[in-house]
């Protein structure tokens, strides 16, 4: 089992910034990838960005968080931050994070189904 707590969420204005955190507990050895989410309402939940724990490898989203939202991880505190900087109204959402374990095969995993556990979310509210 991989427990994972999120932090960071909050209210901001369109262009701020805010850090996520998510810190990983648990058989976190097991980890191959974790991952960020965002669920905005009425709307199914989609991938922002992952980064391979081992060796810190990122895979972003398409177009909608490219240049603005930065996926990092820090091994000796077992936790993954995304960075969002250039915040626009659209970005508002529950964010999650989400772990991958005990897998061997491409690091292109961007689909909710592939990820294990996942974390209870946090609320970002971008206000115009």
């Known amino acids: 089992q991989v427990q994972l707590v999120e932090s960071g969420g909050g209210l901001v204005q369109a262009g701020g910034s805010l850090r996520l955190s998510c810190a990983a507990s648990g058989r976190t050895f097991s980890m191959y990838a974790m991952g960020w989410f965002r669920q905005a309402p009425g709307k199914e939940r989609e991938f922002v960005a992952a980064?391979?724990?081992?060796?810190?490898?990122?895979?972003n989203s398409a177009d909608s968080v490219k240049g603005r939202f930065t996926i990092s991880r820090d091994l000796a505190k077992n936790t993954v931050y995304l960075q969002m900087n250039s915040l626009k109204p659209e970005d508002t959402a529950v964010y999650y994070c989400?772990?991958?374990?005990?897998?061997?095969?491409?690091?292109?995993?961007?689909?909710?189904?592939?990820?294990?556990?996942w974390g209870q979310g946090t609320q970002v509210t971008v206000s115009s």
């Open positions: 980064i391979k724990w081992t060796t810190g490898s990122t895979l």
């Open positions: 989400a772990a991958k374990t005990y897998y061997s095969g491409t690091f292109y995993i961007t689909s909710v189904g592939e990820y294990d556990y």
